[in-house]
């Protein structure tokens, strides 16, 4: 198993910037494709962004495409999603999820067995 922890979340205006990042411990993160999912109050759990296991291929939300960037870091075994030029309506809870049985990044939450607790992004007017 592994363990995934988010941090960098906060409050941040509209047109800025944030770096989330997603430190993962337990078996070796290489191993696992990683994601970012979203989760607004009254809202679906939303897939946002992922990222193979060696960070060759990454595959984006057509929300948030030129404006996020997900990439990683295994020998740090972490990941990160750089978010810039924020609007409201990405406010949040942002979750970091990782898989070892996929080779492709999928966009649905059942595609993913380990969770983060989660990270609060607000994003002001």
């Known amino acids: 198993q592994v363990i995934l922890v988010e941090s960098g979340g906060g409050l941040v205006q509209a047109g800025g910037s944030l770096r989330l990042s997603c430190a993962a411990s337990?078996?070796?993160?290489?191993?696992?494709?990683m994601a970012w999912f979203r989760q607004a109050p009254g809202k679906e759990r939303e897939f946002v962004a992922g990222?193979?296991?060696?960070?060759?291929?990454?595959y984006y939300a057509d929300s948030v495409k030129g404006r996020f960037t997900i990439s990683r870091d295994n020998a740090k075994n972490t990941g990160y999603l750089q978010m810039s030029s924020l609007k409201p309506e990405d406010t949040a809870v942002y979750y970091c999820?990782?898989?070892?049985?996929?080779?492709?990044?999928?966009?649905?939450?059942?595609?993913?067995?380990?969770w983060g607790q989660g990270t609060q992004v607000t994003v002001s007017s």
């Open positions: 999820a990782a898989e070892k049985d996929h080779v492709n990044v999928y966009s649905g939450v059942s595609g993913y067995d380990y």
């Open positions: 337990g078996r070796t993160f290489s191993l696992y494709v």
């Open positions: 990222i193979t296991r060696g960070g060759s291929s990454t």
